[in-house]
């Protein structure tokens, strides 16, 4: 079988599911892709290459598997469901340059996976992250990647409201402490919006493609980058309450009131100011101030 041409239809999923190899666990949030143009769009504007150590999260019935394979040096794909990797590794049994791993990214050691794999080349070779992401585990399993510090960029499927939220600007109602979070790591950018009908089953949302290219350096580093997400969820922590009364909420008992206002007043901001109006290089000269 040609690999670059593998794609389960909706026909064939529907036989795996009645000849009982595979049933649907919506707690999982599993949607399969069934146009074969997105899988082979994700791999093209990855920017991956043959060079590249792919991790792929949920690899699912190998659509995205297969265009990965045919651009990088080698995919590691992890599969939860126990029940999709024995297709997995029957579909890919030729394949030299992929391995088909069965874990949770939320439980095991990524860093550690990897080495097991491709013990020579996680030391030698970029290392991307390329994954069509279960909606049930989005925000999380990107925490999760981004903090395994091992990664130069996440091309990722999610919802399309999750995409928006994460590449928001301060003071749109989409901004929150995960946009900081992923924008203080990455420079994030939506490549293209995927409808519904491109997946088995049709889920109710769109979804979007973002390209999350990990910053070379960090702004902060230690307790001081501990101390700053700190700030910045005390920011966001009660959005109708100004920044000085979400800030003395959480820092009460180090920092006055007074205190707190003198901060943000060095910052040239009044005292009605709301934390979401803030960006990141405000949250960081506040975490000085402070």
């Given amino acids: 079988m040609n690999n670059l041409k593998i794609l389960f239809g909706a026909n064939e999923i529907k036989y795996l599911g009645a000849t009982g190899v595979f049933a649907f666990t919506r707690s999982r949030g599993q949607n399969f892709l069934i146009d074969a143009n997105i899988p082979r769009k994700i791999a093209d504007l990855s920017g991956i290459n043959s060079s590249h150590v792919v991790f792929e999260v949920g690899a699912g019935l190998g659509a995205l598997t297969a265009q990965l394979s045919a651009v990088a040096h080698h995919v590691v794909a992890v599969e939860l469901d126990k029940r999709l990797v024995p297709i997995l590794l029957d579909v890919f049994s030729e394949s030299t340059n992929i391995s088909v791993i069965e874990g949770d990214i939320l439980k095991i050691n990524i860093k550690q996976t990897l080495e097991n794999v491709l013990p020579e080349e996680i030391h030698s070779r970029e290392i991307h992250v390329c994954a069509n992401l279960p909606y049930n585990i989005t925000t999380p399993a990107i925490s999760t990647l981004i903090e395994t510090d091992i990664f130069s960029s996440l091309t990722i499927m999610v919802q399309k409201e999750v995409a928006e939220r994460i590449v928001a600007a301060p003071g749109t109602s989409d901004y929150g402490a995960f946009s900081i979070f992923s924008q ?107």
Wanted: charged fraction near 25%; hydrophobic fraction near 35%.
């Fill in 184 to 290: 203080y790591h990455s420079k994030p950018e939506i490549l293209f919006d995927v409808p519904p009908d491109c997946f088995y089953p049709r889920p109710t949302v769109t979804s979007s493609v973002l390209k999350m290219t990990i910053h070379d350096k960090k702004l902060l580093s230690g307790e001081e980058e501990n101390f700053f997400f700190k700030v910045v969820k005390a920011g966001f922590s009660q959005r109708r309450k100004t920044l000085v009364n979400a800030l003395h909420s959480t820092f009460s008992s180090t920092h006055s009131k007074a205190e707190i206002m003198e901060a943000v007043s060095k910052l040239g901001l009044g005292e009605k100011v709301r934390g979401e109006t803030l960006g990141i290089p405000e949250y960081v000269s506040l975490c000085n101030y402070l």
